[in-house]
């Protein structure tokens, strides 16, 4: 069955310095990717996504992730980072059997230490 | 600007009490999906609706109903709520045809008592 994973339940970093969430998916074919956002108090945001063109994806607020299908990963990184990308990030993908659905990770929360 | 409204931020209840949660979308977007959301496990789909009068069972739909008369507006129905039904409650809608965006709402926190 399809599912993703999402590595950390948590990830603590300094301001200024590189973020990285990590993200394992598992499908029978190439598949769509994303990365929603959460902020305190604040209804999800599609941060990026990934749908077969170029590997390498930008988002909005300095975010980028990589499909690496060898790897079968999609991981979230930022070169430096804010105090205001603290939130939740999910990691999904459509699922194979309707593409009405979509298959949520669990979870990443991201803490920013000044 | 997609807007998707949520008809409370907060809602408390008693065990065995009817419980309407509303969502509204501005944008003419044909699919409407109800989650919720509990820590650590991510997103859960309870149903959707892909147009009016339409609706299709997601991963958990026992002890939920949902109502979608317009297209505007998608209803989750609990209709005897019970504590295990304590949650964040997401609404969602997505054009038809359009896989990768799904607009969310702010979200309904639910406390059964």
């Known amino acids: 069955a399809q599912s993703v994973t999402q590595l950390d339940s948590h990830v603590s970093v300094s301001e200024g310095t590189p973020v990285l969430l990590r993200c394992n998916y598992s499908?029978?074919?190439?598949?769509?990717l994303f990365w929603y956002v959460q902020h305190p108090n604040k209804g999800l945001q599609l941060l990026l996504k990934?749908?077969?063109?170029a590997t390498l994806v930008k988002g909005i607020n300095g975010f980028e992730a990589e499909f690496k299908k060898s790897e079968t990963s999609f991981h979230l990184t930022k070169p430096s980072a804010h105090m205001s990308d603290a939130a939740e990030y999910f990691c999904?993908?459509?699922?194979?059997?309707?593409?009405?659905?979509?298959?949520w990770g669990a979870g990443t929360k991201l803490i920013i230490k000044p | 600007d997609v807007k998707v409204t949520q008809s409370s931020r907060y809602l408390v209840k008693r065990t065995g009490e009817k419980v309407f949660l509303e969502c509204v979308q501005d944008?003419?977007?044909?699919?409407m999906f109800w989650y919720r959301q509990d820590p650590g496990l991510g997103l859960r789909l309870i149903y959707f609706s892909y147009d009016v009068k339409m609706k299709e069972k997601g991963d958990i739909p026992e002890g939920y109903s949902v109502s979608r008369e317009k297209k505007e507006r998608f209803s989750l129905i609990l209709e005897s709520a019970s504590t295990n039904q304590t949650s964040m409650y997401l609404c969602?809608?997505?054009?038809?045809?359009?896989?990768?965006?799904?607009?969310f709402g702010p979200g309904t926190r639910l406390t059964v008592l």
């Open positions: 999904v993908v459509i699922s194979e059997d309707s593409n009405y659905q979509l298959i």
């Open positions: 990934y749908t077969s063109a």
């Open positions: 944008m003419d977007h044909e699919n």
């Open positions: 499908s029978s074919y190439s598949p769509s």
């Open positions: 969602a809608s997505r054009r038809q045809g359009v896989e990768d965006t799904q607009y």
